[in-house]
């Protein structure tokens, strides 16, 4: 018989006997109800996340490796897949709700850049050279994404954004999977999530906690399995991950049989043995070691590697040539006009900025009010700065592939 872990979180789980379930549960406006719905608000938000665009676009977004036309390499969607799948059985092992943090799981990267951090990086230096005193994360665009962006139509066919409750945004926004922490325990305060801070910030919920920690898990052993397979690693490295490997499993192994599931295993059982409320979730020592050291290998062999570099160069040159060409057709009201006027040799791009600044800014409410948008307006179209602001926002949510497309529209003859 296996043996089972008891549940030490239940009593911390977001339900309705919960101290924080006014407030996790609280949306931004009211969302509407059918007569008979037998989903939880949790629920709701899980399908509006997988029925969102940004989510579908995920795809075609970078994990790791760059625009891959490789069928088996992880992309942003399936990363989040694995965020989900992990932070639903942590939640399930712990006695939390499994449901709350699924959902944060499949939201935490909808505002992901194309090229993955690089193109992070290219967008924060765009907006730096162009006097934006914030920075560019991509925690926070998901967030802007899910408050302003995206949308779904409602019961009667009206395009609503799509208007999460306060535990999935706020779990979205504080997932950083970056920094190293361990004993991880959720605030108690409920705050402003715009005033969020990049990994100054603790989520409200243990659930998102949990989201937290699994973004790492999924991450470090998944990455390695693409950079061996694409053979990024010398002798003296696959020697290094050996021992690495056998050290956390205690038993000796041949490296090609240690494969990201094994890993990841490895990682819930010692996190859900070594959590309980008295220290919040947390490895063993050993274990939170080894994860340090994994993400160190990862870095050094992996995302610093030099066989990036050339991609890393074509991105940059991808997003600063579709923000260079779309700055410059700024116009005031005018500016729908002046974009579709190369509509011939541009097609995607002028027409799909012109729908998007048709859709979120003030250039055109007779046709935005027609096309039955009701999400929140959040340019003013006179305004080059809210302009700006729109192209940034219009490049963040792109796939690698759209993005591509988009460069190839400007640069081909």
């Not at 897949?81 to 059985?89: C, Q, W």
């Not at 989201?211 to 399995?225: F, Q, T």
């Not at 090609?256 to 043995?273: A, G, M, Q, R, Y």
């Not at 948008?373 to 690698?400: C, F, H, L, P, T």
């Amino acid at each position: 018989m296996e043996k089972t872990l008891t549940k030490p979180f239940e009593n911390y789980a977001i339900n309705e006997s919960s101290d924080k379930w006014i407030h996790s549960v609280t949306r931004l406006s009211p969302l509407s109800h059918k007569e008979f719905d037998i989903r939880t608000e949790f629920d709701r938000d899980n399908t509006r996340i997988l029925h969102s665009s940004a989510y579908r676009r995920l795809k075609h977004k970078t994990q790791v490796f760059f625009a891959t036309n490789n069928d088996h390499v992880c992309t942003r969607i399936e990363h989040v897949g694995h965020v989900a799948s992990i932070s639903k059985t942590i939640s399930k092992a712990l006695g939390l709700n499994d449901t709350l943090a699924e959902t944060i799981a499949l939201g935490h990267d909808l505002g992901h850049s194309p090229f993955g951090h690089h193109g992070e990086k290219i967008i924060e230096k765009i907006m730096e050279k162009n006097g934006f005193e914030k920075k560019f994360w991509h925690e926070k665009n998901s967030l802007r994404f899910i408050d302003y962006i995206e949308t779904l139509p409602n019961y009667s066919g009206y395009k609503e954004n799509l208007n999460l409750t306060y535990a999935v945004r706020d779990g979205i926004v504080c997932h950083c999977g970056e920094t190293n922490e361990n004993c991880i325990k959720p605030r108690d305060e409920y705050i402003d999530l715009e005033k969020i801070e990049k990994g100054k910030q603790m989520p409200y919920t243990y659930e998102g906690c949990v989201v937290k920690i699994s973004d790492k898990i999924a991450y470090l052993g998944r990455d390695i399995a693409d950079a061996y397979n694409y053979k990024f690693f010398d002798k003296e490295d696959m020697i290094t991950l050996k021992q690495m490997t056998q050290e956390l499993v205690k038993k000796k192994i041949k490296f090609k049989d240690v494969n990201t599931s094994s890993l990841i295993h490895e990682f819930i059982v010692n996190l859900c043995k070594n959590s309980n409320p008295q220290t919040g979730l947390a490895f063993s020592c050993e274990y939170y070691d080894m994860m340090k050291k994994i993400k160190r290998f990862n870095y050094e062999k992996i995302y610093s590697n030099k066989r990036f570099k050339p991609f890393m160069n074509y991105a940059k040159v991808v997003i600063n040539s579709i923000f260079d060409y779309l700055k410059d057709n700024f116009d005031s009201k005018n500016t729908i006009t002046k974009l579709m006027k190369y509509a011939k040799f541009y097609p995607t791009c002028a027409t799909d900025f012109s729908d998007w600044l048709i859709k979120y800014s003030n250039i055109d409410e007779k046709t935005h009010k027609n096309r039955k948008y009701r999400n929140k307006i959040i340019y003013d179209i006179q305004n080059e700065k809210d302009y700006i602001q729109a192209i940034i926002d219009y490049i963040s949510g792109m796939s690698d592939t759209y993005a591509i497309k988009i460069f190839k529209e400007l640069t081909e003859f």
